[in-house]
């Protein structure tokens, strides 16, 4: 049982590329969200989706974008990689139902120089 | 804005001990939930807590939501090296999608 699987686990961009980190869950969880962490700031949401074809905004978005094909995916582009983006992402999924527990990929570490 | 502050942010103690992890806000939350994470992994569920003034006990740890569901405390008793970790406070909105606004988190090292 995967659960949720997060790609690559390390990465390294210079200032200006983009990328593409990927995110898929094996649950047929509707809700899907991604949230970056980074010390003393706890975890802060920067999109997700409540499912396929639905994506919405959360406290941190501009930089990001995302999109919501199928049930199983939720990848997060970044445009054009900046120093702030520095950060450690982690892609979450659950069920629709507001309260209920989140399950948590291993993250993705991205440092932009 | 932080909607949700924990204190204290770092803690180290020695095994055996006793301590206190406070997660407070001026919101209100429907419910609110504690995640543990290891380093290199994603944060893991503990419990959820729902009901205002609930206490949920899980082993050693005993949490607790506050009478108007704006604050929750974690209370580990007789802690071991095993319980080091990062703990997260994580509260849901009364509205909406299942978004959750994390804690600043607290840094538990237990010394053997």
């Known amino acids: 049982n995967a659960g949720v699987t997060q790609t690559p686990k390390f990465q390294v961009l210079k200032t200006g590329q983009s990328m593409t980190l990927q995110c898929a869950q094996d649950?047929?969880?509707?809700?899907m969200s991604w949230y970056r962490q980074d010390p003393g700031m706890g975890l802060r949401l920067i999109h997700y989706?409540?499912?396929?074809?639905?994506?919405d905004q959360g406290e941190v978005p501009n930089g990001y974008n995302v999109s919501r094909s199928t049930t199983e995916d939720f990848p997060l582009r970044l445009l054009s990689a900046a120093p702030s983006q520095t950060s450690v992402y982690f892609c979450?999924?659950?069920?629709?139902?507001?309260?209920?527990?989140?399950?948590f990929g291993n993250g993705t570490r991205l440092t932009v120089t | 804005t932080q909607l949700l502050e924990q204190s204290p942010q770092f803690l180290s103690i020695q095994e055996g001990e006793n301590l206190t992890v406070y997660c407070n806000s001026s919101?209100?939350?429907?419910?609110l939930q504690w995640y543990r994470q290891e380093p290199g992994e994603g944060p893991v569920l503990l419990v959820t807590?729902?009901?205002?003034?609930e206490v949920k006990k899980l082993k050693r740890l005993t949490f607790q939501f506050g009478d108007a569901r704006k604050d929750s405390s974690l209370h580990i008793t007789a802690a071991q090296p095993g319980d080091t970790g990062l703990y997260l406070c994580?509260?849901?909105?009364?509205?909406?999608?299942?978004?959750?606004?994390f804690g600043t988190g607290t840094r538990l090292t237990v010394i053997p």
């Open positions: 979450a999924s659950s069920p629709i139902t507001r309260g209920s527990p989140l399950h």
């Open positions: 649950m047929n969880h509707e809700y």
């Open positions: 989706s409540v499912g396929a074809g639905i994506t």
């Open positions: 919101s209100v939350f429907s419910s």
């Open positions: 807590v729902v009901t205002g003034g």
């Open positions: 994580a509260g849901a909105r009364q509205t909406g999608a299942n978004n959750l606004f």
